[in-house]
């Protein structure tokens, strides 16, 4: 799960739950023919800030899970960061409204970054090398195995790093169930703070040259993350007994606390199994 060329870069973190498994097809056979990324139908690729549930006193929850169906990947990553048992939408609403204002100078460079320019971009960086293709959304993948996915970036507050949540579903040939489903965090790493770096000086780190390093880093995290499930689909599930421990790692200037089973440990990057997925 540790890419190569972009050890230095790319994330600290990589996360998942439980894979859903549903459907008699193997989801190892996937790497036995070529495969299709379906670019999702949601044409801008989604943003937002991250919210601090520690600080409105929600908890952090748990955001690991396989989402319900195809319709309700992007839907379930888009409301889980704020849902809490009797939290009020007011309070919601404005959380994710204050964590939204740290994208404000990057509107130029977001609005016109489409899930199409992302894919085109991640494909190349990912370290596995079958056969594959970007899927249009009315496209049909014919005898592909096709790759479902809901991305969602976010920001964190000191425009130091970014975190995608996808959710993934792997689909056999000719198949409505799902062969494999999880989500998948991928984090950053955070970027350096030189002397006296300010947000101003940040947020023209992610303007210049169209957004470059923004785009370049979100398509990295998406390769890690397709990197992830392709493996993961080919791996065995870990002993229920699996030791779990608690991890800390940075999110931008902030550092996080998870409870997990670890996978993989190299090049400065951890690869987790999310207790909290259930």
Partial sequence: MIARGRCAAAAALLMFGPAAHAGAADPAAAGERSWALKIPSVERVVFRGVVSHDAAGMGTGAMLYPAPNAAGLLAAILTHGLLNEGAKQSQKDKLQAEADEVLKPLRPVLDGFTHTQLIQSALPMQRHREPRRALGPDDSPALDW???????????????????????????????????????????????????????????????????????????????????????????????????????????GAEKIERATLVEAACGRLLLRSCAAG
């Fill in 146 to 252: 096709t790759v479902e996915i809901a991305p969602v970036f976010s920001m964190t507050r000191d425009q130091r790093a970014i975190v995608l949540d996808n959710a993934v579903r792997i689909y056999a040939p000719a198949t409505s169930d799902a062969a494999y489903a999880q989500t998948i965090r991928v984090v950053s790493r955070p970027l350096p703070v030189a002397g006296s770096l300010e947000s101003d000086a940040l947020a023209s780190h992610w303007q210049a040259e169209s957004g470059r390093a923004l785009r370049e880093l979100s398509a990295a995290l998406l390769a890690e993350s397709l990197d992830v499930a392709l493996q993961g689909a080919r791996r065995a599930a870990p002993a229920a007994d699996a030791p779990q421990r608690t991890f800390r790692y940075a999110e931008g």
